[in-house]
């Protein structure tokens, strides 16, 4: 790989950080891990060719075009969280899998009751998630900095929000998410 071709893949993992949180090689890799998939089963379910997928993982193209592909993205990081704290078994979360490879996608904010935590409320990931998914199809991570370093001399906990939430880490959201809680 020449160095265009490096500056290139380092400039769209960056660019996937700030639009997914981090670059989707990471991400893809976890959910084939925790959801015991191959490349091949996760670009399935996703509804994405094996070559995309792989285009995506490497850094060699930055953006997931279909909507409704990034929401199948968020609904199994939804189910690999659940299936890794124990609320949803293997067998279970193959026929999540299956549901979440015949969903349409849609609007940015989902209603389905997959994200839930059996008591009917979304999971705190999932309302975090689905704040960052909204104001990162709006807007680019440097555009929300820089729209929360004009807010930050005189609201300065919008400022916050819009950094945490537009431009962070889902972690550092949630924790700032269940900081503001009551």
């Known amino acids: 790989m020449d160095a265009a071709q490096q500056e290139a893949t380092a400039r769209a993992r960056e660019l996937q950080r700030n639009w997914y949180g981090e670059p989707l090689g990471a991400l893809f890799r976890k959910l084939i891990d925790d959801l015991g998939l191959n490349q091949a089963r996760l670009a399935a379910v996703l509804g994405l060719s094996a070559p995309m997928l792989s285009q995506l993982m490497s850094g060699q193209r930055a953006k997931i075009g279909n909507p409704a592909v990034v929401q199948r993205v968020q609904l199994l990081q939804d189910l690999a969280a659940q299936v890794a704290d124990g609320s949803v078994s293997a067998a279970e979360a193959t026929e999540r899998m299956d549901e979440i490879k015949k969903s ?70 949630v924790a700032h998410y269940q900081s503001h809680q009551n």
């Open 104 to 173: 349409q996608g849609g609007s940015v904010l989902s209603n389905t009751t997959h994200t839930t935590n059996g008591s009917g409320a979304p999971t705190v990931k999932r309302v975090v998630r689905e704040i960052q998914s909204l104001l990162r199809s709006v807007a680019a991570a440097s555009d929300i900095i820089e729209a929360a370093d004009a807010l930050a001399p005189t609201q300065p906990e919008l400022a916050e929000f819009l950094r945490v939430y537009g431009a962070g880490r889902t972690s550092d959201a």
